[in-house]
């Protein structure tokens, strides 16, 4: 299950279970998400991106759910598997100065997702 | 696919010494490049963005003279940690934004470079 503290939150399931990871972002004008995996001692992986007009995307064994009236992300994995074990961030992307340009982007706290065999 | 090359992907250094890391992208043109440092168990924070050919950005709380960010051409962007000491060793990851057209113009990091300073 799910736990949120100090610590990041973690989730552990089954191989071949599904998995449904949680994120809340801050930023109303926000106009493009990211999921990325970061296994230990690498960089963030890109997994899958949604932009804001839309409020699902799918990709591999992979969706997206954007639900912006209460600012929520969730990334679902289908059939997980062992190599999923990883940390998954969302991040958000804030538009550019005047518009013009893509903002920075700002890092969720990160879910441990443990799968075992 | 598009790569970001970092170097070194470890470095342990003496306290008050100077480490420079490398990004470089390696098949296409960054016009910026973001710096992120993590602490363990924690998210990524940026640390500042950095445009080809100009002064770099820094984000609140990141000393501009501590952190040197240099980004010279359109494929390579340099951090150096001058005056090194412990409360900076962490795990320091940049990333690279295309500057053609591409459909995920956020994709591209850093294989992150953990600095222990000793």
């Known amino acids: 299950g799910e736990s949120v503290g100090l610590h990041l939150p973690t989730l552990s399931v089954q191989e071949g279970d599904n998995s449904i990871i949680n994120c809340a972002y801050s930023n109303s004008a926000s106009d493009y998400f990211i999921w990325y995996k970061q296994e230990s001692g690498k960089g963030p992986q890109f997994i899958i991106d949604?932009?804001?007009?839309?409020d699902k995307r799918q990709g591999q064994r992979v969706t997206v759910l954007l639900n912006k009236t209460v600012k929520h992300l969730s990334l679902q994995i289908a059939a997980t598997q062992p190599g999923d074990s990883a940390v998954y961030f969302c991040a958000e992307r804030s538009q550019g100065a005047g518009g013009t340009s893509y903002g920075k982007l700002t890092f969720g706290q990160g879910t441990i997702l443990t799968v075992h065999p | 696919g598009a790569v970001v090359s970092q170097h070194p992907s470890r470095v342990i250094c003496k306290s008050g010494t100077s480490v420079k890391i490398e990004c470089r992208s390696l098949d296409f043109q960054a016009t910026t490049m973001f710096w992120y440092r993590q602490f363990p168990k924690q998210s990524l924070m940026l640390m500042a963005t950095s445009n080809e050919g100009s002064k770099a950005t820094y984000e609140q709380g990141v000393e501009k003279d501590k952190f040197l960010i240099n980004h010279a051409s359109l494929t390579l962007s340099t951090l150096t940690v001058t005056s090194a000491h412990p409360e900076d060793s962490s795990f320091y990851i940049c990333?690279?934004?295309?500057?053609?057209?591409?459909?995920?113009?956020?994709?591209?990091f850093g294989q992150g470079t953990r600095l222990t300073v000793v």
């Open positions: 990333s690279a934004r295309s500057s053609g057209i591409v459909l995920n113009t956020e994709a591209f």
């Open positions: 949604i932009r804001s007009n839309m």
